[in-house]
């Protein structure tokens, strides 16, 4: 470009050399010509950098939005120069990208990390609450709802948190043990020396994450296991312990405190730690929970009961059900307020229910209660028929109350034909909302063999004392009827023989009924047997139909005053098998 702006410098001298202009002259255009050409190159060349630095800015901009200002922005899009002191350098806005970035990141870390340690600790105070009384291990950086009984037999509760469990039982992970956490311990303290016993009915887990040490001995909640299920139990965790000295088995249950608290007083005797149940069981409540209070239902410590009776009078060999007939029940010390409706069942299932049973499901536990004439006691059976179940081993008593439900688990193997029971000696009845001091339940059962009905010892007491009473005068006989009608408002219902068996008189009056048109003693005995044929629905002669129908009269005017929804049917069964409401009672209310 130079060189094009030199010829026409060169070719105007020639020109002036024409018209005569002075050397001087020449050499000044020059320098002018020079310093213009100068000047235009130069605009020439920033003008030209500047149209080149334009879209370089714009695309420089756009680059680093991230990191320039919106006004910085708008201004690279309308193509407008910035002056340089507002112009922030790339390099300078990535690092103040970076470092906003790393201040919003350390903001975020901030806040996850708070969260985290508010849900920790959320999390703590949930476990200890659901823990309760129970003791916790808390060394090592662990916090576990775990108990050392002894060296070997470690209590513990659910390892809950894994998918394995259920869903719930997966939620359950964040206010309970966590398997992640049960795991790490048992690999950190007894690697390879553990076995889990699982004795939740309502929970199971993947055995591979215990390395596949884990047996199940399943039962239901606040409930009791079959009782040869108690010495499976002791068996197993034997056969792991005997081998080596430092191996352990850790046993839990939901809450991991009363149905864990039956197994390990079971092993505990078994092991012969101790002699007696009652010392298994206060040394366990003791190390499980602060307040001593971790066996506390009454029929899991009877079970624990019935299996030192095992260890003791069976040799350790679990002896097979007896088989009963369970014939009814009386209330002692009731108040009127207490008229429950009854639930029998065993680990199959439901054996009977007021509320289905055909003869009371349409009545009110008030008219199927029958009151007695001695105070505060009511009695329960089913007239006509040989009892309420069945009962072969472990069966179960729930009784359905207003007030609140209370139960009772035994065991016709280890219990007597008549059992009284205190209300200690009932799971939940100090839950009720009323109390009821003195409260007794009493349950009668016969042996039973399928076929026949067993007669009870006062069946025969009675047919003895008929014999007796044959040789009783007329005189005697009205006699009695006369305080027979004196004592109208007794109650064909209540236990009316175990009272004629303590008082002599009761005793003569229900004699002389049954003999008032028979004085020899074969008529005696054909109307007892008359009496037993209409107590379970049979057909009599027209004869003796008339000679109980006497002895019937009265009570089934009375039954209907008391169970007005029963047919007369069965009021007329009720009223000729009174001993159903007596039970047999030898020695009913001697003591009294």
């Not at 991230?66 to 193509?79: C, E």
């Amino acid at each position: 470009m130079d060189s094009e702006t030199t010829e026409p410098s060169q070719s105007r001298p020639d020109k002036g050399s024409n018209v005569g202009s002075s050397p001087s002259m020449v050499s000044e255009k020059e320098s002018s010509v020079q310093d213009s050409s100068s000047m235009l190159s130069t605009s020439a060349i920033s003008s030209w950098a500047k149209s080149l630095k334009l879209p370089q800015m714009q695309q420089d901009s756009q680059s680093a939005n991230a990191g320039t200002s919106t006004f910085s922005r708008l201004a690279s899009g309308l193509r407008m120069q910035i002056p340089s002191k507002t112009s922030v350098p790339t390099e300078s806005s990535n690092n103040n990208s970076v470092t906003a970035q790393s201040v919003i990141g350390s903001f975020t870390k901030g806040i996850v990390d708070s969260s985290l340690t508010a849900v920790k600790a959320v999390q703590v105070k949930a476990r200890h609450m659901v823990s309760q009384n129970k003791r916790r291990y808390q060394k090592g950086g662990f916090d576990l709802d775990m108990t050392y009984i002894t060296e070997n037999i470690i209590a513990m509760g659910f390892p809950a948190g894994d998918l394995s469990s259920g869903l719930f039982g997966y939620f359950e992970g964040f206010y309970r043990n966590h398997m992640e956490e049960v795991i790490k311990f048992f690999e950190t303290h007894h690697k390879g020396k553990y076995k889990v016993y699982n004795l939740c009915s309502e929970r199971l887990y993947d055995a591979s994450l215990f390395e596949g040490k884990v047996a199940s001995f399943p039962f239901d909640d606040h409930n009791c296991p079959p009782i040869h299920l108690i010495k499976l139990f002791c068996q197993s965790a034997f056969s792991w312990l005997e081998p080596d000295i430092l191996n352990v088995v850790v046993v839990h249950c939901k809450a991991g405190k009363a149905r864990t608290g039956l197994m390990v007083c079971s092993l505990l005797l078994f092991l012969k730690l101790y002699p007696t149940a009652n010392e298994c069981i206060d040394y366990y409540n003791e190390q499980r929970c602060t307040d001593g209070k971790g066996l506390i239902l009454p029929s899991q410590i009877r079970y624990v009961k019935y299996f030192e009776r095992i260890l003791t009078e069976f040799n350790g060999e679990t002896p097979p059900g007896r088989r009963c007939m369970l014939r009814g029940f009386k209330l002692h010390s009731c108040p009127y307020w207490v008229r429950p409706s009854i639930t029998i069942s065993n680990h199959n299932g439901i054996l009977f229910s007021t509320k289905k049973h055909p003869k009371t499901k349409d009545l009110m536990p008030e008219d199927f209660w029958i009151r007695v004439p001695r105070k505060g006691v009511v009695v329960f059976a089913l007239p006509g028929e040989p009892g309420l179940t069945e009962l072969v081993g472990d069966f179960k008593i729930q009784f359905h109350d207003r007030q609140g439900d209370f139960y009772c688990w035994m065991n016709t193997t280890m219990m007597e034909n008549r059992v009284i029971l205190d209300a200690s000696d009932l799971d939940d009845f100090d839950n009720r909302k009323l109390p009821s001091p003195g409260f007794q339940v009493e349950i009668v059962m016969i042996d039973y063999d399928g076929t026949t009905i067993p007669k009870t010892k006062t069946d025969h007491t009675t047919k003895g004392e008929e014999g007796k009473s044959s040789n009783e005068s007329k005189a005697s006989s009205e006699q009695s009827n006369a305080s027979r009608k004196q004592n109208k408002d007794d109650d064909v219902f209540s236990d009316s023989e175990g009272e004629e068996e303590t008082t002599t008189s009761r005793s003569k009056q229900g004699n002389t009924i049954s003999t008032e048109s028979r004085s020899d003693a074969g008529g005696i005995s054909a109307v007892s047997h008359q009496t037993e044929k209409l107590s379970l629905g049979r057909e009599s002669t027209s004869s003796e139909h008339r000679t109980s129908h006497e002895v019937k009269i009265d009570g089934a005017e009375r039954a209907t005053a008391i169970i007005p929804n029963l047919d007369s049917a069965d009021i007329k069964a009720i009223a000729a098998d009174a001993s159903v409401f007596s039970f047999g009672d030898d020695e009913d209310y001697e003591s009294d």
